[in-house]
């Protein structure tokens, strides 16, 4: 599902490269999860496969786009394969819940009736039916993530990329954040997520790769975040 | 693509940058309604030059000696000066007017001012020989032939006081465009101002759409139709203040030249003024919304 083939990024303003020749292969469905210290290269990494940044060696595809080397009208495309949830939420605070998840299939040009049948479904999904008028201020911080998840799960995305979902909540809504993924990942979407955090990584026990100054220092199976950390 | 989609994500736009939007409104209809003024005055003096090149004649006045003894203009030097005329080329037809008959036109001009008809008499007025030309922008030529000739007083060219008339209107066309382009400049930056401001208080947005994969013309359809819908505004609005300053203004003024000058017609304005500056207006409006977003919007 997600493939990356001796991939290096060096940004200009850096005389360190960003990622240096890296390789993973993601099947579809795996859960995995990246960790490493900041700067490591996660960020990169995720941005890469967004076709947000493009490697300066290397190949990267995703699903059937390969991602360095397609056209610029084509990004779109691949963009609607994936879904995105960051440590922030990024919601639209002058929309309310289910208008913000409305706007991702909005702007993608779906049609009305497609809009009015899925949004419903998928905030059930993420347990905020009952909630759809709210606006995002009017949440907490677990609500409001799980609203951004609604909006990146709602098309229906082949991946779900999540840079650092859990980063501005405590352990308990993280926890409940996970469970979301996690119930994302066992309908089939390959979820790779960006993370800090130590205690899920570890109780998890999922793939990790780890990147330390932008190359692959681990990549374990079934890994925890760190022996001696 | 969703139209009602695009259109609300427009009227958002221009609602939340009102201040904005108003100036780059009011900006762009003062450079059109300038514009359109400029258009009209090209009109106007095309009309004039029509109507008034067909009555343009140039007037061979003679001395007092002629003017006095030669009654019907058969005796030399007045005989052989209209046989000259008359074969001349240029010449379309020469009319000799002797003292009497000019005393009487003089008569019919200044019907309103009796004071100026009883100073004058017929001795103070000269014949005169009234030559029209098939091109009456070639006068010049007759001027210098006949101004020297014995028996002509001078020569009057009414085509040479029409062209310092003509001057004057065409340089007023020429400051209007100036001042319209100007104006329009102002109007060119403010719209690329705008829609660099409105792309940046939705920068959130726009990021989302890049994200969930919404296409350039869905990111950008909004921003660019901002600037469309601004401009058709001032388009709409330049020709209302045209058609506003004909009637408050114009009007009344080209009035008081008693028909010198012709009066603007409310055709005039709606066809073809109107058309092209609408035209012109979303023409500008797109393009600068294009090379704006292009410049300064990631997409």
Redesign the interface.
């Known amino acids: 599902m997600i493939q990356l083939e001796s991939v290096s990024k060096a940004y200009k303003t850096s005389t360190r490269p960003a990622l240096d020749d890296v390789s993973v292969d993601v099947d579809k469905g795996e859960f995995v999860f990246l960790i490493g210290p900041s700067g490591s290269g996660k960020s990169t990494f995720l941005r890469l496969l967004?076709r947000e940044e493009v490697p300066s060696k290397g190949r990267v595809s995703v699903s059937n786009f390969d991602v360095a080397k397609m056209p610029?009208?084509k990004?779109?495309?691949?963009?609607?394969?994936?879904?995105?949830v960051f440590q922030d939420f990024?919601l639209?605070n002058n929309k309310t819940v289910s208008e913000n998840v409305a706007?991702?299939l909005?702007?993608?040009?779906k049609?009305?009736h497609t809009i009015t049948k899925v949004v419903p479904e998928v905030l059930e999904l993420v347990g905020l039916d009952g909630k759809a008028d709210r606006m995002p201020h009017e949440l907490s911080g677990g609500e409001q993530q799980r609203v951004a998840m609604a909006?990146a799960f709602v098309?229906r995305p082949l991946v779900l990329l999540a840079d650092e979902p859990t980063g501005n909540l405590d352990p308990d809504t993280s926890q409940d954040i996970m469970l979301l993924l996690e119930r994302i990942n066992r309908t089939g979407t390959t979820v790779l997520m960006a993370t800090h955090d130590h205690s899920i990584v570890d109780s998890m026990r999922r793939r990790v790769v780890e990147l330390d100054h932008g190359r692959v220092i681990r990549d374990d199976r079934r890994g925890v975040y760190g022996v001696g950390r | 693509m969703r139209a009602s989609f695009v259109f609300s994500e427009v009227v958002t736009g221009l609602r939340r940058n009102v201040t904005m939007t108003i100036a780059m409104i009011l900006t762009t209809a003062i450079s059109l309604g300038m514009f359109g003024g400029g258009l009209l005055l090209v009109r106007t003096i095309d009309k004039m030059q029509a109507s008034y090149l067909d009555d343009v004649e140039v007037t061979v006045y003679l001395t007092q000696d002629i003017s006095a003894n030669d009654q019907n203009c058969t005796a030399e030097p007045c005989s052989s000066i209209r046989s000259a005329l008359e074969n001349n080329q240029a010449v379309e037809s020469v009319v000799f007017e002797d003292r009497n008959e000019a005393y009487e036109r003089f008569q019919r001009i200044f019907e309103g001012q009796p004071e100026l008809v009883e100073l004058a008499r017929p001795e103070s007025l000269p014949a005169s020989l009234h030559v029209k030309l098939f091109d009456p922008e070639r006068s010049e030529v007759l001027v210098q032939e006949f101004g020297n000739q014995p028996g002509v007083a001078n020569v009057d060219d009414q085509n040479k006081f029409l062209d310092r008339f003509f001057d004057l209107l065409n340089s007023g066309r020429d400051g209007t465009f100036i001042v319209a382009a100007i104006a329009a400049l102002a109007a060119v930056l403010l719209i690329a101002n705008t829609i660099q401001v409105s792309a940046y208080t939705r920068r959130t947005e726009v990021g989302i759409m890049r994200l969930v994969g919404a296409t350039r013309w869905y990111t950008q359809l909004p921003f660019l139709l901002e600037a469309v819908v601004a401009g058709v505004i001032g388009a709409i609005l330049g020709v209302v203040g045209l058609i506003g300053v004909k009637y408050i203004a114009l009007d009344q003024i080209f009035e008081a030249t008693g028909g010198a000058i012709p009066k603007i017609e409310m055709i005039d304005i709606l066809f073809p003024v109107a058309p092209v500056l609408l035209g012109v207006s979303i023409l500008i409006s797109a393009i600068t919304g294009y090379v704006t977003l292009r410049a300064y919007v990631r997409t």
């Open positions: 967004l610029r009208r990004v779109p495309r691949l963009r609607q394969t994936i879904g995105c990024r639209l706007f991702a909005e702007v993608i040009g049609p009305k909006r098309n």
